[in-house]
Each structure stands twice: as structure tokens, then as C-alpha cells.
């Protein structure tokens, strides 16, 4: 591609967060929309942005939103932008938020299929290197935590199996809060990192877990509109959690359960937004409720949930 921006045409904003704006362009020569993600780094650091160095060894994987290029000092001296992966059809958390407004129900292959595309990136990711595709060679690198699983960082696109599948490809994306695991240092400095309301109980440690735990929330979401508990794990009082843990004398359940009639919510009479609007069946129940194990150590990992839902 051209020196960035030269060649580059400003269509928009996409969003906005706390590590930057990320934009949309078109690039006249190849005639290609990418996502231009652009944030300040400290003066002092003249390497590529952590995210950067870890989409890098993460291009062997189909199922996330790939790193074309890294532009240091652009737009200004300070900055990095990164040019990624444009999907068209935006993220989980608007195509999710649209269908509840339409009161539209989400169908269960759907929901099936994101889960089927998210556990094979994780699963990659937690294997360190090993590709999706049987025939790829891809070197080795560090098992990755994600840490920020959650509808917002899910995209979506039309891709080559689209007309096959009759769904848009999924690509997990936003990778500014990913490290490289390392169980001698897990914890999180400072005890900040993903999305307040989806962190597992296990924070602030960081283990390839907390992705399958994030994947089970996106699960409980795209059934229900809510998560699957209305207060952190960590917030709950120790006798609660014990409770929660044996499944039994809970004050209210901690993951809900979506093989129920629809309209039925948890409690009497429960507000619109918390009604089930599909029936869906007990397997994708189970299986959303083995991501969201309490216990980490005893949580499906993402290789044996991948494999599961690929002999469904």
C-alpha cells in the first residue's frame, strides 16, 4: 500500500475508546476498505504498539481481523495507526442490540455459529501457534489471552463461505488488552484490563480461561440481551459464592438458563428487556454453562470446546 495516507480516502469514523479512533478508508490503488486504528504512544517508545507485535504473530489465523500494516508517527509525530481488516457489517453489539429492539429473536445455528468461529480463534490462541487450517504452517508463539471477549470486539463480514453458510464470516478483533500468558506472572498489574462487566471471577488473574468465560457471556447475550449475572463474581458475598459454586441455595441464579419457554424471565413479571424471545435447545444451554464454570481450573478450555462444537 501507499505511504499512509497518501492513496487513503476518509469515509468516517467507526468508534471510539479509551486506546484511540479507529476510522474507515478506502484505498484508491487496490480499491479496498480497511480499518485505520490510530492512538498516542509515549515519545519515549520507539517499538510498534504492543497490539501491533501481537496481531504479527497472530496472521495464520482466519478467524481474526488481520493486521495489514503498521504506520509509525502518522498522523503526527506520537502516533501509531494500524491498518487493519474492514468488516462491513460491523460488530456483535449493534447486530445484537438491533434484533432485541425488533423484538426479532437471534436463531440458534446463528448463535451456534459465532461460537463455532470465536472458539477457533481462542482455541489458536491458547495453542500457541498451532493454525486452524490442517495444511498451514505457522511458526510458534506465546499462548495469548485475549482479554476483552465481548459482542463489541466480535465483527462481521461477507466472505468467501457467506453464500455457502448463508452467515457473515466472524473475526475477533481489538486486541489492546491481549498479553502473552505466562503463569508465573498472570495477574494484572494495577487491576486494569477488559470490560468491567464481563470479567471472570477468577480476576484479576489472567489465564487462557477468562476467553472461554468471555465467549460464554457472548453466548448468554446473543440468547437473552443480558449477562448471565447481574453482579461481578468478586462483588458477591463468600457465602453467595459457595452457593453459586454448589448450585444450590443461591439468592438468584448466577448463569441463567436459555432452554426455557419464551417470555420467561428470571423472577415474576421480569422487565421486557430480560424475556427470552426463542426457545433454544439444551445442548447449547450446557454448553454456554461449561464456559461459564466458576472455577477456572475446572472451566472448558477452548481447544476442548472447539472440538466439541465442531462434531455438532
Known sequence: ???????????????????????????????????????????????????????????????????????????????????????EYGDLRSFQDWHFYQRIALSEPFIWHVAREISEALAYLAA????????????????????DVKLANVLLKVGPTTALTGFFEV???????????????????????????????????????????????????????MLPITRQPYEVPPEEMEAYARQEGAPEPLVRTICVPPGIGVGTNPPMHERQLAFYSRTLDVAMKCMLVLDPTKRMTAVHLRGIIRRL
Open 1 to 87: 500500500m501507499d505511504a499512509f495516507p497518501v492513496g487513503f480516502k476518509l469515509l468516517g469514523q467507526i468508534g471510539q475508546g479509551g486506546e484511540g479512533t479507529v476510522s474507515r478508508y478506502y484505498h484508491h490503488p487496490s480499491r479496498t476498505l480497511v480499518a485505520a486504528k490510530t492512538f498516542f504512544r509515549p515519545r519515549t517508545d520507539t517499538r510498534a504498539p504492543r497490539e501491533a507485535r501481537i496481531l504479527m504473530e497472530l496472521r495464520g489465523c482466519t478467524k481474526i481481523a488481520q493486521l495489514y500494516e503498521v504506520i509509525m508517527n502518522q498522523p503526527g509525530y506520537g502516533y501509531s495507526t494500524l491498518l487493519l481488516e474492514h468488516c
Open 128 to 147: 500457541g501457534g498451532t493454525s486452524n487450517s490442517p495444511t498451514a504452517h505457522v511458526p510458534a508463539f506465546r499462548t495469548i489471552v485475549h482479554r
Open 171 to 225: 473475526k475477533l478483533a481489538d486486541f489492546g488488552n491481549a498479553v502473552a500468558y505466562d503463569p508465573s506472572t498472570s495477574f494484572i498489574p494495577c487491576g486494569r484490563a477488559g470490560t468491567y462487566d464481563i470479567r471472570p471471577p477468577e480476576y484479576p488473574l489472567a489465564t487462557p480461561a477468562w476467553d472461554v468465560w468471555g465467549l460464554g457471556c457472548v453466548v448468554h447475550l446473543l440468547a437473552l440481551g
